[in-house]
C-alpha cells in the first residue's frame, strides 16, 4: 500500500517545525535531535563518488536500517524541510517511481508525503535513495534531500544529494545501536555538532 498525502504534518510521528528548529543555533528549541552522517571515504574531501556505487552500497545500509526498525509501523517519506514538487520535470530516470505516479493518477507536481509500507518502502529503495541527486537530471545541481520517517519511532532516514545518508532520533539509544549494527570499513561514521554517542 502506497499513499499520497497533502498535509506532511499530519503524517509524522514529531513535530516538523521542532525538528527544523532543533539545527538552528539561533534557537533554543526544546526537542533534542541527534543525528550522524554515514558517509563515502573520500566524499567529504571532494573525491567524485558515481552514483552506481553510491546505491550499491547504500542500498543495504539503507534496508538493514529498515528491517531493523520495522514493526509493521508505516514510513513516511517527504521533502525535508519544504514541501516541493515531487517529479520537478519529465526525464527519463527514477522510473519505478514515475511508474507510480502514472499508475496511481498522480500529477507530477504534487506536494506531500508518500506513504508506504515495510516491504513497499524497500521496494522502492533504489529510486528513493538515488533520488535527490538524480531528479533534475543535471550536472552540479541537487535537488531537496528526502526525509524517510517511522511512522511511529522520531527516526528520520536523511537522504541526502551529496551521496550519503543520515540518521536522526530523539533517542540517543537507538541511535547509537543503529550506529553500531551498520558501522563498517565503507563507511566513515561522522556525529552532526550537538551530538556525542559515546
Known sequence: MIE???????ELPYNRDEYI???????D??????GVSFQLPGGSEGKKIELTKFVEVYE?????VV??????????????DKDLNWLPNDDNNLSY???????????NTFKGALVFTTDDLLEYSK????????VLNKDGFLYKDLNVSHGELQFIIKISGHLNIDFLSTDKELLR???????????????YRGTSLY
Open 4 to 10: 499520497f498525502k497533502r498535509d506532511v504534518n499530519k
Open 21 to 27: 528548529d532543533s539545527f538552528d543555533d539561533d534557537l
Open 29 to 34: 528549541s526544546s526537542v533534542k535531535w541527534y
Open 60 to 64: 543495504g545500509l539503507f534496508k538493514s
Open 67 to 80: 528491517l531493523k526498525l520495522d514493526n509493521g509501523s508505516l514510513w513516511v517519506v517527504n521533502h525535508d
Open 97 to 107: 517511481l514515475r511508474t507510480l505516479f502514472k499508475e496511481k493518477n498522480v500529477p
Open 127 to 134: 529510486d528513493l535513495i538515488s533520488y535527490p541527486y538524480t
Open 177 to 191: 545501536e543503529v550506529v553500531n549494527v551498520n558501522s563498517s570499513s565503507s563507511f566513515i561514521v561522522k556525529e
